[in-house]
């Protein structure tokens, strides 16, 4: 039987809030060819998410513990869903292919993924080209943009 317990999700955000990307990784799928992937990922506020899209499979979202912003975009970058997790919504699940990003609001965040298998990375191709890769000038920007966005808005600039 695999489990979460309290004392992992503690552990879990700790490490997470020790990470240089302050993000921390628990599988609950055996290897990373599995069919079905299945994670909890701590995320402390700060942690950038690009927006992006997984064109092979649906993407279901659980909160665990915390809050955690997700935008839907359309092609050009305009927020088409606007969602609390962990507040007013407690699961989503995004067709494949839908345009995404996270952001956590709380310390000690921990969200719940499922997706088809096996693992594939996020190529440049399905990474939105209107927003700066991870580690490159004008995330911050982009992260607090996330944080005020509306269902319409879009064309977000540095």
Avoid at 97 to 122: C, M, R
Wanted: charge should be negative; charged fraction near 20%; aromatic fraction near 8%.
């Amino acid at each position: 039987m695999k489990q979460i317990t309290l004392s992992d999700m503690q552990q879990q955000s700790e490490a997470a809030a020790r990470a240089p990307r302050l993000r921390a990784h628990r599988n609950f799928h055996p290897e990373l060819s599995d069919p079905v992937q299945r994670l909890a990922i701590a995320m402390e506020p700060g942690t950038y998410i690009r927006p992006h899209r997984h064109p092979h499979t649906f993407e279901l979202l659980i909160p665990l513990s915390g809050r955690f912003l997700v935008l839907n975009f359309d092609d050009n970058g305009t927020v088409t869903e606007r969602v609390i997790l962990g507040e007013e919504c407690m699961a989503l699940e995004m067709d494949a292919g839908t345009w995404h990003a996270v952001l956590s609001l709380d310390n000690g965040g921990i969200i719940f993924e499922v997706k088809h298998g096996g693992y594939q990375p996020v190529t440049e191709q399905d990474s939105a080209s209107w927003a700066p890769a991870e580690g490159e000038p004008g995330t911050s920007e982009l992260m607090k943009w996330y944080a005020i966005a509306q269902i319409g808005d879009g064309g977000f600039k540095l």
